[in-house]
């Protein structure tokens, strides 16, 4: 979801089948969410950075904000919760969170909304994936110009004043998205829209996508015959 700096550039499953990559990255991030061992969860962690590492400066940036939420884990253990549960929740997420980079953060909506289609995902959940994400992208967008707009325009020593204006900036971009997406959905809706997006993308399955889904599968079932 991030714009610019933080988007990936190079897609190492590019060739590869959307569907197998979302089947894969389902049996991955399952797989890690399950294991109970700390040690095999660094492994994990470790063997996923490793074929990040094309792209591990936006990698590290991306991790930053979830690592910053798995914070929240670790408040319990002041007041005297287990350290090795804080630990293992900790890396099950970035676990979770790099595989989730590796196999579909690269793909772009276009893709992954075809993908889920093909995979019999209800078609009114996959448009509201797919407008969701635009929305998203819209609200970045109009508050950050908003915010350079205000910030050339505020004094450089009141502070509460800042914040004041920072939050009538989000709640007038809060304000004009939803308006934008009732003009939207009245557009779209006086074109014939039914709730549903056509696949856009054609697939062919690939001996590639069985081995790399064999070897997810393969993986799971691993994972749960240790536990």
């Known amino acids: 979801m991030y714009l610019d700096r933080l988007e990936f550039k190079k897609d190492l499953l590019k060739s590869f089948d959307g569907r197998c990559r979302l089947l894969s990255a389902a049996s991955v991030i399952i797989s890690a969410v399950t294991i109970t061992n700390i040690i ?5 962690l470790l063997a996923l950075l490793c074929v990040m590492l094309r792209e591990f400066r936006v990698t590290i940036q991306r991790l930053i904000p979830v690592n910053m ?29 790099l595989a989730y ?8 909506i276009s893709l992954l909304a075809s993908s889920l289609s093909a995979l019999g995902t209800p078609e009114k959940l996959v448009s509201l994936f797919v407008l969701t994400h635009r929305s998203i992208f ?6 950050a110009a908003a915010i350079v707009g205000v910030r050339s325009r505020l004094p450089k020593n009141n502070t509460l004043y800042q914040w004041r204006s920072l939050a009538a900036v989000f709640a007038a971009t809060l304000t004009r ?4 997406s009732s003009l939207v959905w009245i557009a779209m809706s006086n074109r014939g829209f039914d709730g549903s ?3 856009t993308v054609s697939f062919r399955w690939k001996i590639q996508d069985g081995i790399l889904l064999g070897g997810c599968v ?3 079932v691993v994972v749960v015959w240790l536990i």
């Open 138 to 143: 819209l609200l970045y967008g109009g508050f």
């Open 218 to 220: 393969i993986f799971f």
């Open 197 to 199: 997006f056509p696949v």
């Open 101 to 108: 980079m590796f196999f579909i953060a690269p793909m772009g």
């Open 177 to 180: 998205a939803a308006f934008r």
């Open 69 to 97: 939420m798995a914070l929240v884990l670790w408040l319990p253990v002041i007041i005297g919760f287990s350290t090795a549960s804080a630990l293992l929740y900790t890396l099950r997420i970035n676990c979770a969170a």
């Open 40 to 44: 095999l969860l660094c492994a994990v």
